[in-house]
């Protein structure tokens, strides 16, 4: 199995920045994409951004040229550096990863707890 674990979130004013980090720990083989989720009040989970493991990024429209997505495969770790924070990017940001435990098991898709992320005004 693979756990995952965030850190970095907290309280924020508007304009700010956050760094959210996600260690990876346990029997791990293989990590292929990493990725960020959010979930806001109300709303239903989306992505925010994603990085393979050869470093290729993508991102949400709405995060685009404020968030990076970075990795350390060495450490399996994966961060996401907000920038220009707002009220709209408040919610509970979750890792994700797809991995594999071992050279004979399949990849799936591992979730970790979330952080909040809170923006004020």
């Known amino acids: 199995q693979v756990q995952l674990v965030e850190s970095g979130g907290g309280l924020v004013q508007a304009g700010g920045s956050l760094r959210l980090s996600c260690a990876a720990s346990g029997s791990i083989f293989s990590i292929g994409i990493m990725a960020w989720y959010r979930q806001g009040p109300g709303k239903q989970r989306e992505l925010v951004a994603k990085?393979?493991?050869?470093?290729?990024?993508n991102y949400a429209d709405s995060v685009k040229g404020r968030f990076t997505i970075s990795r350390d495969n060495a450490k399996n770790m994966v961060y996401l550096q907000m920038n220009s924070l707002n009220p709209e990017d408040t919610a509970v940001y979750y890792c994700?990863?797809?991995?594999?435990?071992?050279?004979?098991?399949?990849?799936?898709?591992?979730w970790g707890q979330g952080t909040q992320v809170t923006v004020s005004s």
């Open positions: 994700n990863v797809l991995g594999s435990s071992g050279r004979y098991s399949a990849f799936r898709y591992y």
């Open positions: 990085i393979t493991s050869g470093g290729s990024t």
